[in-house]
Nanobody, 122 residues
Framework: QVQLVESGGGSVQAGGALRLPCAAAGYTTSTGCMGWVRQALGKERERVAQTAVYRSTTYADSVKGRFTIAKDNAKGILYLQMNSLKPEDTAMYYC????????????????WGRGTQVTVSS
């Protein structure tokens, strides 16, 4: 059974930084595409960052240059480093993954964590 568990969320002032870890159990992080998806109140989900099996990464325009996604395959942890945070980054952030062997073209992700809340105040 695949389990993705996010942590690291919280409240921060604009311009601050947070790092979100996502621990994977029952899933080998080196075998599939993994990403971070956020959803703000009243808005659609947004895939903000993803990393493929061979570590190529892509970002939404809204976070490019501020967020960095990374994987530690030895520890089975996916990270999202968020810098220069803005109030519009306020959302629930979800860690997600594809089935092993699938690429980042898969939409939506089949595996999801429960999310961690990030709140950015101005």
């Amino acid at each position: 059974q695949v389990q993705l568990v996010e942590s690291g969320g919280g409240s921060v002032q604009a311009g601050g930084a947070l790092r979100l870890p996502c621990a994977a159990a029952g899933y080998t992080t080196s075998t599939g595409c993994m990403g971070w998806v956020r959803q703000a109140l009243g808005k659609e989900r947004e895939r903000v960052a993803q990393t493929a099996v061979y570590r190529s990464t892509t970002y939404a325009d809204s976070v490019k240059g501020r967020f960095t996604i990374a994987k530690d395959n030895a520890k089975g942890i996916l990270y999202l480093q968020m810098n220069s945070l803005k109030p519009e980054d306020t959302a629930m952030y979800y860690c997600a993954a594809t089935r092993p062997g699938d690429g980042c073209y898969i939409r939506p992700f089949p595996y999801w964590g429960r999310g961690t809340q990030v709140t950015v105040s101005s």
